[in-house]
């Protein structure tokens, strides 16, 4: 039996798709997180795309996780939570 491959989609690509999902977000009022998986940056260049720049943007990559490599674990997932609760965000 061969091995399977996971697909993998862009969340956020999949939502903008959904007009009263990207009327929300474009309408948002306090500043978007958002968090990547990988140095592509992808949902932050989609976001771009959309207009929607006023962000604060996290990857994962900054936490030494590696997409496709990296084990989830409680304690890198806590690492990333404490982050985004200790930035400035104005």
């Known amino acids: 039996?061969?091995?399977?491959?996971?697909?993998?989609?862009?969340?956020?690509?999949?939502?903008?798709?959904?007009?009263?999902?990207?009327?929300?977000?474009?309408?948002?009022?306090?500043?978007?997180?958002?968090?990547?998986?990988?140095?592509?940056?992808?949902?932050?260049?989609?976001?771009?795309k959309e207009g929607i720049t006023d962000i604060t943007h996290i990857n994962t990559t900054d936490f030494d996780i590696v997409k496709g490599k990296t084990p989830f674990t409680k304690e890198k997932a806590n690492e990333i939570v404490e982050h985004i609760k200790n930035l400035q965000i104005n």
């Open 1 to 48: 039996m061969g091995i399977k491959r996971k697909k993998r989609i862009c969340k956020i690509s999949a939502l903008l798709h959904f007009p009263t999902f990207r009327k929300k977000v474009k309408a948002q009022q306090t500043k978007i997180i958002v968090l990547d998986g990988c140095p592509i940056n992808c949902a932050e260049k989609i976001l771009g």
